[in-house]
């Protein structure tokens, strides 16, 4: 973490849980809170490839957490949600939530979170009629694709030894350009 001072997002993101000032310095210091649903969003919670492929069509903050194998959408309370294989995370339900500016995996780290789309601080949310829409569309033809498990983005992989990651010892799919960079305090380094 840089010592950036907070911006809309990080107030934004903190301002969700019961003690704001001790939410902001947990994601200053460690990239990541725990934050609950219910106030200011709701999540969904997708399986990692339908919601890789979501993203298409599904605008707003979204993040992958690489130890549930899940991208998760901030919503607003979809009332009813219904979608199969996916969860509606509210009524105050505990998410560790990354900090606005950790936008890619800590290949050298434990599992966490990063964002795919992280917000702005002006209070956008997915919309989760669009959501919906969207997953009802994603087909099984779709949910083959090799997805690069680096920088979230589809296309020839190759498998990469990557501990903390997911898959057995850390084995992730990676396109050939991912696995020659690390990502270390949110900046690229080459190997």
Do not use: N
């Amino acid at each position: 973490m840089t010592g950036t001072p907070p911006h809309a997002a990080w107030t934004w993101l903190a301002r969700a849980h019961p003690d704001p000032d001790h939410a902001l310095g947990l994601l200053l210091r460690h990239g990541r809170a725990a934050l609950p649903t219910g106030g200011p969003w709701d999540m969904v919670q997708v399986p990692e490839t339908t919601g890789l492929l979501a993203l298409r069509k599904a605008h707003g903050p979204a993040f992958r957490d690489v130890g549930r194998h899940a991208v998760l959408f901030l919503v607003t309370a979809p009332g009813g949600w219904g979608v199969h294989g996916t969860a509606h995370l509210t009524d105050g339900v505990m998410v560790c939530t990354p900090a606005p500016d950790l936008s890619a995996p800590d290949p050298f780290g434990a599992p966490g979170p990063y964002w795919l789309t992280p917000p702005d601080g002006s209070g956008t949310l997915v919309d989760p009629v669009t959501l919906f829409e969207t997953l009802a569309t994603i087909g099984p033809q779709e949910e083959g694709v090799t997805w690069c498990g680096l920088c979230g983005r589809p296309g020839p992989t190759t498998t990469v030894h990557r501990p903390g990651l997911s898959g057995p010892g850390g084995d992730v799919p990676a396109h050939a350009s991912c696995a020659t960079v690390g990502i270390v305090g949110g900046r690229l380094h080459r190997r």
